[in-house]
């Protein structure tokens, strides 16, 4: 089994970033693809972005192409989610996951794919 532990969010203007890291323990996750997603109050949790397990693919939402980045260091079993630009919409809490599938180079879109989530981190853009 493996803990996944998000931290670095917190309030910021827009136009601002924040970089978000995840922190796994346990369970390797050099093998697996991780992905960030989002659930804004009243919403669905949907998909951010996804790396695959080398780092070789990388997969984004169509609202954060080109402003965010993610990226995963295996030595440090950590996940990153630098976010730039960063709009009202961009609000929510983030979570990170792992996949159910080891070595793909399919990087999922729906929750169901994920096996662990962490406990998320509070993202606050404001005007």
């Known amino acids: 089994q493996v803990q996944l532990v998000e931290s670095g969010g917190g309030s910021v203007q827009v136009g601002g970033s924040l970089s978000l890291s995840c922190a796994s323990s346990?369970?390797?996750?050099?093998?697996?693809?991780m992905g960030w997603f989002r659930q804004a109050p009243g919403k669905e949790r949907e998909f951010v972005a996804g790396?695959?397990?080398?780092?070789?693919?990388?997969n984004y939402a169509d609202s954060v192409k080109g402003r965010f980045t993610i990226s995963r260091d295996n030595a440090k079993s950590t996940v990153y989610l630098q976010m730039n630009s960063l709009k009202p919409e961009d609000t929510a809490v983030y979570y990170c996951?792992?996949?159910?599938?080891?070595?793909?180079?399919?990087?999922?879109?729906?929750?169901?794919?994920?096996?662990?989530w962490g406990q998320g981190t509070q993202v606050t853009v404001s005007s």
């Open positions: 996951a792992v996949a159910k599938l080891a070595y793909s180079n399919r990087v999922p879109l729906g929750p169901a794919e994920y096996g662990s």
């Open positions: 346990g369970r390797t996750i050099s093998v697996y693809i």
């Open positions: 790396i695959n397990w080398s780092g070789g693919i990388r």
